[in-house]
């Protein structure tokens, strides 16, 4: 598994990238109907949430795996309600990295997430279960997307420490690696 793949506005996936081991996250950290993640990647995200509990941070997936069809769908229907700023903020089909099974987004979908404690956990915390924080605040330029709070990408601890420590976007990460 490839959980550096980069799934961006000039890397999409095909129709028929599906990942090969999805499995659904347990009930109690779940509260979306797109509830299937990598099974690592859940392991993973499920640990988190264990730990996090003991603090008393509430973490909940609203959103896992997407497939192609489903963001397609998502997409006609944002662009229906003339959602403002749509690429900005939503994904064309094969451009979504949900479409991976590698991300995840908690507990709510809007930026209000950014005020709440939630969200200062996993500021802090994420990397040390080997997610990031895929498109963070004053990076639009580089990700393409505006500030997501909730939006978190599993790349392995390996990757998330060094992400995290250095302030970088996977964009940069994945092209210094390359240098
Ligand atoms: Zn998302």
């Given at each position: 598994m490839n959980y550096l793949k980069l799934v961006n506005k000039s890397n999409p996936l095909e129709k028929?990238?599906?990942?090969l081991y999805l499995k659904e996250i347990n009930r109690e950290y779940n509260i979306g109907k797109?509830?299937?993640?990598d099974k690592k990647v859940k392991f993973w995200f499920e640990l988190m949430a264990k730990q996090a509990k003991k603090n008393n941070i509430i973490l909940k997936n609203i959103s896992a795996y997407r497939s192609y069809e489903y963001q397609e769908k998502l997409y006609e229907s944002y662009k229906e309600n003339n959602l403002e700023n749509l690429d900005m903020s939503s994904a064309k089909a094969g451009y979504s990295e949900h479409q991976t099974g590698f991300a995840l987004d908690i507990n709510?979908?809007?930026?209000?997430?950014?005020?709440?404690i939630e969200y200062q956990w996993l500021s802090k915390n994420a990397y040390k279960y080997?997610?990031?924080?895929?498109y963070p605040k004053d990076k639009e330029y580089i990700?393409?997307?505006?500030?997501?709070?909730?939006h978190y990408r599993y790349v392995g601890r390996k990757h998330s420490k060094k992400i995290y420590e250095n302030n970088l976007t996977l964009e940069e990460y994945i092209e210094k690696k390359q240098k």
């Open positions: 028929c990238d599906i990942p797109n509830n299937l993640l709510m979908d809007n930026i209000n997430f950014y005020e709440t080997g997610f990031i924080l895929r990700t393409g997307y505006k500030f997501e709070p909730w």
